[in-house]
């Protein structure tokens, strides 16, 4: 019945999500005949104009426009670039992977930052360790990733001659090493964003786990004062520090476009923003939907995880 | 503090540590990666983007069109100084009544699938390039051709309906690429094959193109073995990754990034004053601005240097409405040269207008970098002379859907120059012009010297013609001209010549090379 539910409100947002990307990318003014020839685009005749709009399809009705694009996902036909001259699924192969091998690594940042400090900065409240952990926090949420990126950037290339992003992009089975290099800098700048709110819900739960009796219990059992913190304290805190790295990272597979821009990782955000530039429909339409399908699945995939680390969501 | 949250501490500075360490191991100026340049004296040139079409008859894109140039031929060139010269035909004769130009190819070019470039490809592309179907965008060049013979492999005849002194020059852009007889827009799309001197080696799409020398280009072959240009989508970046030594060359607009650039002390910017102009826009059709007196008083109470200081950093200079070298417009010949508010308002007393006008104006943001800060100073000076500038900022989509619309009073723009000033104001400014809805002015006057001016083959004389016409179109002041700004080619030390050019164009990559 749980399960039923599910599947119906997942098709239900996913459908929603569609239309929603379709009407707005109809709102916005302009189509792929103005947006590749700009102002030349007066300057065409009628029948030239009537030859694009066929061209491109935007001679269609709105509603023959969606439901044949719908239709066609169902057959694993999202559309096709005319930019790139590549099908959408095979530019949604290409970057989906980077894009998700990036929030990958900025989640496993974010977690090595936020978590340790959130634990320190709740080990002592109101001490320097709490002010260094609210510092770090308030740091990661005001500093624009976009201001970090270019200062890293700029910095590292213009007095250290650092750069791999520089270099053409390469992925991690084309030369993993330089795939690792380029992911680095966009992964820490994600990663720093991210380890402010992971920082701030560690230390909330670790303060509010630390003040249950069982905690106090096992003290006075005797058990050794690391253990005690590992596996009792951020054991119990783990729940709340799991919802917010799901949602996080939910954020970072469409939400990385800039970053993605500065460091010039070719990911889904990039293939969307280029998509919109360019009045790509289909392109934007059907990345949409796929990324609204992978933050569907990290949703269900974080509900798995209470399951495995907390005995109380399992047992109901 | 856990032991557990030390060692993660420890695991993130080791392997940053690592991860810079080896960076440090990757050589500048390293052949294009995945390409597999056996020298190293590739070139690799930073774009922002990469192009949003690979066939040339539909490219307007300026990263489009700087890749197609050196994969197609034309059948005229521009030189260095945006004078006409042979290209794929080696020379050209026009007939005593200018109304047949018969051009001569040159002979054993081929395409790079091979196959053999003569007259029927010429014929082939320019009835395409013509009929309404194709939607080629330079169409409206060829509008004085009435048909294209060939009557042997080597010789093409264009029959005119009359001279048309512009149409060598019309022939030379990238929008009249000579194009294979048995290609096809869908085929070219995906596989590019022109008679140029680089051809299409690798595209991995929006991260890079690479071109590698043609060894069967008829006129001097390229020094470099090949080309990439990469994807890099920030000019800020472009310009750590030249200092850093992976790209060697790119080509910038914002003087700031300019001046970033060269603030390094390792990259060369070179500026070139470009055809391309900043304008204020009129609608001669609409409200107030119908009256001539009132377009007037605008463009007396606009002091253009102040806008060019303000704006653009100094960067550019003033201009009237025709920018090419050869035909270039006296700033100073104008009603008002200096800013003069007693003059602008004259001449709105004159309009019956002394309370002052309103002016819709369109701005794009994000189209180029200046724009804003443009029409914000126009307003500031144009408010003094009881001109209230009534600004609508819009993303660049939506201008360009007002702008084509000509849904607009006034509109701040950065308009394309061309080398010839017939195809650069005769499709605005003349009553059959296909852009003359939008400019929005025209009169029998201009028309007629538009077609003087064609039928004018003497250089001088032609020069004169467009004098008057600049003249004219100052006098009547349907748009306001306010300055040209430069180009700017970022270069690495190892890269020499490279010519640039006041288009914009990369066609010298040809002459560039790589130590």
């Keep these: 019945m749980r399960l039923r539910n599910r599947v119906v409100s997942t098709v239900a947002t996913l459908f929603g999500v569609a239309v929603l990307v379709f009407v707005m990318l109809r709102a916005i003014p302009g189509n792929q005949i103005t947006a590749g020839l700009g102002t030349e685009a007066a300057a065409l005749t009628p029948a030239q104009r009537q030859a694009l709009e066929q061209y491109y399809g935007l001679d269609q009705p709105l ?4 439901f044949s694009w719908l239709g066609n996902m169902f057959t694993g036909n999202f559309g096709y670039s005319a930019r790139q001259q590549q099908s959408v699924l095979d530019l949604t192969l290409h970057s989906l992977p980077v894009t998700f091998e990036l929030a990958v690594l900025s989640i496993v940042l974010a977690l090595l930052i936020g978590v340790p400090l959130g634990m320190l900065a709740a080990s002592r409240t109101n001490s320097s360790r709490d002010a260094l952990g609210q510092v770090v926090s308030l740091a990661g949420l005001s500093v624009p990733a976009f201001l970090l990126a270019t200062t890293l950037l700029s910095i590292l290339a213009a007095s250290f001659g650092f750069n791999p992003n520089g270099q053409g992009f390469a992925t991690l089975f084309d030369d993993p090493l330089l795939n690792l290099q380029q992911m680095f800098l966009p ?16 230390r909330t739960a670790v303060l509010e786990v630390r003040s249950n009796d069982f905690v106090r219990t096992a003290r006075a059992k005797g058990v050794p004062e690391r253990r005690l913190q590992v596996k009792h304290v951020l054991g119990n805190a783990l729940v709340p520090i799991v919802t917010m790295t799901g949602l996080q990272f939910g954020y970072l597979l469409g939400g990385a476009v800039v970053v993605e821009q500065i460091f010039s990782v070719p990911g889904i955000g990039r293939q969307v923003l280029l998509g919109i530039q360019q009045k790509e429909y289909a392109v934007v339409q059907s990345t949409v939907l796929v990324i609204a399908l992978a933050f569907v699945l990290v949703n269900l995939l974080t509900d798995v995880l209470y ?9 109901s | 503090m856990p032991r557990g949250a030390f060692s993660a501490v420890g695991i993130a500075a080791a392997l940053s540590i690592a991860l810079t360490s080896c960076s440090s191991s990757s050589s500048p100026g390293s052949s294009p990666a995945g390409t597999g340049a056996a020298s190293g004296k590739s070139l690799v040139v930073g774009v922002t983007s990469d192009p949003d079409t690979l066939f040339p008859w539909k490219a307007t894109q300026f990263q489009a069109v700087n890749v197609l140039q050196n994969l197609y031929g034309t059948l005229t060139e521009f030189d260095k100084d945006l004078k006409v010269v042979p290209g794929l035909a080696e020379s050209w004769q026009t007939s005593d009544d200018g109304k047949k130009l018969t051009l001569k190819l040159r002979q054993g070019v081929t395409f790079a699938d091979g196959s053999t470039f003569d007259s029927k490809d010429v014929k082939s592309s320019l009835d395409k390039i013509m009929d309404e179907k194709t939607a080629a965008v330079a169409r409206a060049s060829l509008s004085s051709v009435k048909s294209v013979e060939a009557p042997d492999a080597n010789t093409v005849v264009l029959e005119l309906t009359g001279p048309d002194a512009a149409l060598p020059a019309n022939l030379a852009t990238v929008n009249m690429a000579m194009l294979s007889s048995d290609d096809t827009e869908e085929k070219l799309n995906t596989t590019p094959n022109g008679t140029g001197p680089f051809k299409v ?14 060894d069967a280009y008829w006129g001097e072959k390229p020094k470099v073995p090949a080309v990439e240009f990469r994807v890099i989508p ?16 790119a080509v910038f607009n914002d003087p ?4 970033t650039a060269e603030g390094g002390g390792t990259i060369t910017v070179t500026k070139t004053p470009q055809l391309n102009y900043h304008v204020l826009q009129l609608n001669a059709q609409h409200g107030d601005l119908k009256d001539v007196n ?11 240097k102040q806008v060019l200081d303000t704006a653009a950093l100094g960067e550019g200079e003033v201009t009237g409405p025709i920018t090419a070298p050869l035909f270039k417009s006296d700033p100073n010949k104008r009603p008002c040269p200096a800013r003069d508010l007693t003059k602008a308002a004259e001449y709105l007393s004159k309009a019956g207008k002394s309370g002052g006008v309103t002016v819709k104006t369109i701005v794009s943001q994000g189209e180029y970098a200046t724009s804003v800060n443009e029409a914000q100073n126009l307003k500031a000076q144009l408010a003094e002379a009881k001109i209230n500038l009534d600004l609508e900022v819009l993303e660049s989509g939506a201008f360009v859907d007002r702008w084509v619309a000509a849904d607009f009073d006034a509109a701040v723009a950065l308009n394309g120059g061309r080398p010839d000033p017939d195809g650069s104001y005769g499709r605005y400014f003349t009553s059959k012009g296909n852009l003359n809805k939008v400019a929005g002015y025209s009169s029998p006057e201009l028309d007629k010297l538009f077609a003087e001016g064609k039928a004018t083959t003497d250089e001088a004389a032609r020069k004169a013609i467009y004098d008057q016409v600049s003249a004219k179109l100052e006098e009547n002041a349907p748009w306001i001209w306010l300055f040209s700004g430069y180009t700017y080619t970022a270069t690495t030390a190892g890269v020499q010549g490279f010519v640039p050019m006041a288009s914009g164009s990369l066609q010298y990559l040809r002459t560039t090379s790589v130590s």
């Design chain 2, 201 to 214: 080696k690798n595209r991995v799409a929006s991260q890079s193109i690479t071109l590698a020398r043609n």
């Design chain 1, 307 to 315: 399951r495995i680390i907390d005995p109380r969501v399992r047992a």
């Design chain 2, 294 to 304: 009132v377009r007037l008083a605008i463009q007396c109470a606009i002091d253009r």
């Design chain 2, 234 to 249: 920030d000019e800020s970046s472009i310009v750590s990754a030249m200092q850093s030594g992976n790209v060697q060359l």
């Design chain 1, 63 to 66: 509603v023959t426009q969606f």
């Design chain 1, 187 to 202: 992964a820490l700048v994600l990663g720093f964003g991210i380890a402010a709110p992971i920082l701030r819900t560690t």
């Design chain 2, 256 to 259: 700031l990034v300019a001046q």
